[in-house]
T-cell receptor, first 115, second 109 residues
Framework: NAGVTQTPKFRILKIGQSMTLQCTQD?????MYWYRQDPGMGLKLIYY?????ITDKGEVPNGYNVSRSTTEDFPLRLELAAPSQTSVYFC????WGGGYEDTQYFGPGTRLTVL | KNEVEQSPQNLTAQEGEFITINCSYS?????LHWLQQHPGGGIVSLFM???GKKKHGRLIATINIQEKHSSLHITASHPRDSAVYIC???????????FGQGTRLTINP
């Protein structure tokens, strides 16, 4: 199993550009999450999904969009990039969800800089 | 005030020392997670617990539900234990985690 994979690993965007961060898991997990991690801060939830076709907002959804058309894939779309979106983005997945004794598996992260 | 608070924020110790990292939370939880983030950035799950105590090798995690507090202990610490340790709680009734800000641990040889 590859686990959770993310692409790209690094990206520099100009203000106003758009991009999609890709996330794929091969563990048949129901739950998938997108987090951002700012320097010195804890992980913040952007969006999550409890299954194909079902998504919901987390703590910091503004400026982002998601879709979940398959169990495996959960892309994160940034529209009109802003410097405040400079961060490290992590995708994660689990079978049951955060409220249970269930391992969350994290991808390697995408380091995004908006200039 | 954050729902999940960790202390200390930074900890430096000598190889072999006994390490304790604390996590307090202010909400009802279903489970508490301890995670490790390596210097390269990767995040791995160490423990999940909803009561009592768990042990994996030199790592021990405890939780006191009544006091809303958990501790992560490392015995016989080693430089390879240097990492950021993150506490996260699963909120009752919610399908997501809330994270503490992390504790940066440095073990010197």
């Amino acid at each position: 199993n590859a686990g959770v994979t993310q692409t790209p690993k690094f990206r520099i965007l100009k203000i106003g550009q758009s991009m999609t961060l890709q996330c794929t898991q091969d563990m048949n997990h129901n739950y998938m999450y997108w987090y951002r991690q700012d320097p010195g801060m804890g992980l913040k939830l952007i969006y999550y999904s409890v299954g194909a076709g079902i998504t919901d907002k987390g703590e910091v959804p503004n400026g982002y969009n998601v879709s979940r058309s398959t169990t495996e894939d959960f892309p994160l779309r940034l529209e009109l990039a802003a410097p405040s979106q400079t961060s490290v983005y992590f995708c994660a997945s689990s079978y049951w969800g955060g409220g249970y004794e269930d391992t969350q598996y994290f991808g390697p992260g995408t380091r995004l800089t908006v200039l | 005030k954050n729902e999940v608070e960790q202390s200390p924020q930074n900890l430096t110790a000598q190889e072999g020392e006994f390490i304790t990292i604390n996590c307090s939370y202010s909400v009802g939880i279903s489970a508490l997670h301890w995670l490790q983030q390596h210097p390269g950035g990767g995040i791995v799950s160490l423990f999940m617990l909803s009561s009592g105590k768990k042990k994996h090798g030199r790592l021990i995690a405890t939780i006191n539900i009544q006091e809303k507090h958990s501790s992560l202990h490392i015995t016989a610490s080693h430089p390879r234990d240097s990492a950021v340790y993150i506490c996260a709680v699963g909120i009752q009734g919610a399908q997501k985690l809330v994270f503490g800000q992390g504790t940066r641990l440095t073990i010197n040889p």
